[in-house]
C-alpha cells in the first residue's frame, strides 16, 4: 500500500480501566488502575492484607469523560433474598469513594457487601429506576414528526 513498509505490531490487549484505587501500605504510596468496583475492592483489601494499617480509597478517574454508573446489590447472606433487588449507584469523575455507596434511591452498602452485577442482571430497584433521572441525549425529532 502506497510504498509505506509498516512493521506488523500484534495488537496490545486493550484494558477499559475506568478506577484508581491509592492508598498507603507498609509506609509507601501505592496506585494501580481497576476495571470495576470489584477489582477496586480486591485490590484495598490485599493491600490490608499486608498492612493492617494501610489506609485507600477508590474513585472514577478524573479524566473519565462522564458519570459512571454501577449496578449492586446486597451480597448473598447479608440480606432476605427478595430485598436483594439491584440498585444503581451513580459515579462521577474524580470523586473519591470510601467504606460504602449511596444508590440512586438512598440506600446506603458498605463495599464489602454489595455483589456487583452486569447490565441487565438481578432484579431492578424500582426507586432507583425512578430517581434515575429522564435521558441526557434525547433522541431527535424529525420535523414533522409526531410529539
Same mark, same amino acid.
Given at each position: 500500500?502506497? @510504498?509505506? =513498509?509498516? %512493521?506488523? +505490531?500484534? !495488537?496490545? *490487549?486493550?484494558?477499559?480501566?475506568?478506577? $484508581?484505587?491509592?492508598?498507603?501500605?507498609? @509506609?509507601? =504510596?501505592? %496506585?494501580? +488502575?481497576? !476495571?470495576? *468496583?470489584?477489582?477496586?475492592?480486591?485490590? $484495598?483489601?490485599?493491600?490490608?492484607?499486608?498492612?493492617? =494499617?494501610?489506609?485507600?480509597?477508590?474513585?472514577?478517574?478524573?479524566?473519565?469523560?462522564?458519570?459512571?454508573?454501577?449496578?449492586?446489590?446486597?451480597?448473598?447472606?447479608?440480606?432476605?433474598?427478595?430485598?436483594?433487588?439491584?440498585?444503581?449507584?451513580?459515579?462521577?469523575?474524580?470523586?473519591?469513594?470510601?467504606?460504602?455507596?449511596?444508590?440512586?434511591?438512598?440506600?446506603?452498602?458498605?463495599?464489602?457487601?454489595?455483589?456487583?452485577?452486569?447490565?441487565?442482571?438481578?432484579?431492578?430497584?424500582?426507586?432507583?429506576?425512578?430517581?434515575?433521572?429522564?435521558?441526557?441525549?434525547?433522541?431527535?425529532?424529525?420535523e414533522g414528526g409526531r410529539r
Amino acid at each position: 500500500m502506497l @510504498g509505506v =513498509d509498516v %512493521a506488523e +505490531r500484534p !495488537a496490545a *490487549p486493550c484494558r477499559l480501566a475506568p478506577f $484508581m484505587v491509592v492508598g498507603k501500605v507498609n @509506609g509507601r =504510596d501505592e %496506585a494501580a +488502575r481497576a !476495571a470495576g *468496583p470489584a477489582e477496586a475492592l480486591s485490590l $484495598m483489601l490485599g493491600w490490608l492484607a499486608a498492612d493492617v =494499617d494501610a489506609t485507600a480509597v477508590w474513585y472514577l478517574r478524573e479524566d473519565w469523560p462522564g458519570p459512571v454508573t454501577v449496578i449492586g446489590r446486597q451480597a448473598p447472606g447479608t440480606a432476605r433474598e427478595t430485598r436483594r433487588c439491584a440498585h444503581l449507584f451513580p459515579l462521577e469523575p474524580g470523586a473519591v469513594l470510601r467504606g460504602a455507596l449511596t444508590a440512586g434511591c438512598g440506600a446506603r452498602l458498605r463495599l464489602p457487601e454489595i455483589e456487583w452485577l452486569p447490565l441487565g442482571a438481578g432484579m431492578p430497584c424500582e426507586h432507583c429506576l425512578a430517581t434515575a433521572g429522564v435521558c441526557r441525549n434525547p433522541r431527535p425529532l424529525l420535523e414533522g414528526g409526531r410529539r
